[in-house]
């Protein structure tokens, strides 16, 4: 699946994933853009092709672009991926070969943190449950019961405390909610508690609210050891990545009483969410939308351009991870 013509003094790019208006017409005639949806679509690329493509934008987190399709790439200078977390790219491999990734911070902070105290107040407070109630014909019998939970004799936890988790951590101050939060090193800048050991936090608190990158190094960090610490009146509020919450454990809890209620962006296996979870009335599901709104998605397209267009007019990239430092530029 190509769009443009090979040419030798052109840049070729590839658009991998989901195709939307900014990316594909976000570059001048000196760029030839390629296009490959899906892993298959990359693979039917010709050799020529591959063998020409020189940076590539990622423009969703469930298309892998992992060593073997990185591999598949050999004049490849960036990978410009769409979204903050990077977990679905093989950053270990692009350091490894020179490889440039950029992800796209700042643009979605807030709107992320958004969702995150919306999530977390719907569930507290049962908007979709007591929706229902009202839609239903019950209201007009009977007053809708009392929630159980409420923001007002909570104390939160975060877990992870990098510009998203700042950003949740001042609306919750705003709304007088008392903030601590866990992560490996404290934060700079950062004046609520510091808990370097999760299972102690989470039997400091009675919420947690998750905003930490995926990856094996996060990989089920919220299991049944934490949800038996934050206890029966426990919340949990993922806005992380599926990933990082043991989805089999948290059911298990959900059931049991172990806590109380969850509300949930992320799974394990989207857009699969296990049956158990969609039939629970303690829980809020959302079908990631964290940074789902169009003035915040466009924003973050309108940066995997610049990054690539940057990179290519010898500057350096806009937002380069950590993972690989940019040198000589």
């Given at each position: 699946?190509?769009?443009?013509?090979?040419?030798?003094?052109?840049?070729?790019?590839?658009?991998?994933g989901?195709?939307?208006?900014?990316?594909?017409?976000?570059?001048?005639?000196?760029?030839?853009?390629?296009?490959?949806?899906?892993?298959?679509?990359?693979?039917?690329?010709?050799?020529?092709?591959?063998?020409?493509?020189?940076?590539?934008?990622?423009?969703?987190?469930?298309?892998?672009?992992?060593?073997?399709?990185?591999?598949?790439?050999?004049?490849?200078?960036?990978?410009?991926?769409?979204?903050?977390?990077?977990?679905?790219?093989?950053?270990?491999?692009?350091?490894?070969?020179?490889?440039?990734?950029?992800?796209?911070?700042?643009?979605?902070?807030?709107?992320?943190?958004?969702?995150?105290?919306?999530?977390?107040?719907?569930?507290?407070?049962?908007?979709?449950?007591?929706?229902?109630?009202?839609?239903?014909?019950?209201?007009?019998?009977?007053?809708?019961?009392?929630?159980?939970?409420?923001?007002?004799?909570r104390?939160?936890?975060?877990?992870?405390?990098?510009?998203?988790?700042?950003?949740?951590?001042?609306?919750l101050?705003?709304?007088?909610?008392?903030?601590?939060?866990?992560?490996?090193?404290?934060?700079?800048?950062v004046s609520?508690?510091?808990?370097?050991?999760?299972?102690?936090?989470?039997?400091?608190?009675d919420?947690?609210?998750?905003?930490?990158?995926?990856?094996?190094?996060?990989?089920k960090?919220?299991?049944?050891?934490?949800?038996?610490?934050?206890?029966?009146?426990?919340?949990?509020?993922?806005?992380?990545?599926?990933?990082?919450?043991?989805?089999?454990?948290?059911?298990?809890?959900?059931?049991?009483?172990?806590?109380?209620?969850?509300?949930?962006?992320?799974?394990?296996?989207?857009?699969?969410?296990?049956?158990?979870?969609?039939?629970?009335?303690?829980?809020?599901?959302?079908?990631?939308?964290?940074?789902?709104?169009?003035?915040?998605?466009?924003?973050?397209?309108?940066?995997?351009?610049?990054?690539?267009?940057?990179?290519f007019?010898?500057?350096?990239?806009?937002?380069?991870?950590?993972?690989?430092?940019?040198?000589?530029?």
């Open positions: 699946m190509t769009a443009g013509s090979i040419s030798s003094d052109k840049i070729d790019l590839l658009i991998y989901p195709v939307r208006p900014i990316l594909e017409n976000g570059f001048s005639d000196h760029f030839v853009v390629h296009k490959a949806e899906t892993r298959g679509d990359l693979e039917r690329l010709t050799p020529a092709v591959r063998e020409k493509i020189r940076g590539v934008a990622v423009t969703y987190h469930t298309v892998r672009a992992d060593k073997d399709s990185l591999s598949q790439l050999p004049k490849m200078e960036i990978v410009a991926s769409f979204g903050v977390g990077y977990d679905h790219v093989g950053s270990a491999y692009a350091r490894e070969h020179n490889i440039v990734v950029t992800n796209t911070p700042e643009v979605l902070t807030e709107e992320v943190a958004d969702v995150a105290m919306g999530l977390l107040i719907a569930t507290l407070r049962e908007f979709v449950k007591a929706d229902r109630y009202l839609r239903s014909g019950l209201w007009m019998t009977q007053n809708y019961p009392l929630s159980v939970g409420s923001l007002r004799d104390k939160v936890g975060i877990v992870g405390m990098g510009r998203i988790g700042q950003a949740i951590g001042r609306r101050e705003a709304s007088r909610v008392p903030v601590v939060y866990h992560s490996r090193n404290p934060a700079d800048g609520y508690r510091h808990h370097p050991d999760l299972i102690e936090m989470a039997k400091a608190v919420t947690l609210i998750v905003i930490v990158p995926g990856g094996a190094a996060t990989a960090m919220i299991n049944g050891d934490v949800m038996k610490a934050l206890g029966p009146r426990g919340v949990i509020i993922n806005v992380a990545r599926g990933s990082v919450v043991d989805e089999p454990a948290l059911i298990s809890a959900l059931k049991s009483g172990t806590i109380l209620a969850a509300g949930l962006d992320v799974f394990a296996n989207e857009p699969t969410v296990p049956d158990e979870l969609r039939t629970m009335q303690n829980v809020v599901l959302l079908p990631h939308i964290g940074s789902a709104s169009v003035v915040t998605r466009n924003a973050m397209d309108q940066l995997v351009v610049d990054n690539l267009k940057a990179w007019a010898g500057k350096p990239p806009l937002t380069p991870v950590p993972e690989t430092p940019v040198k000589g530029r």
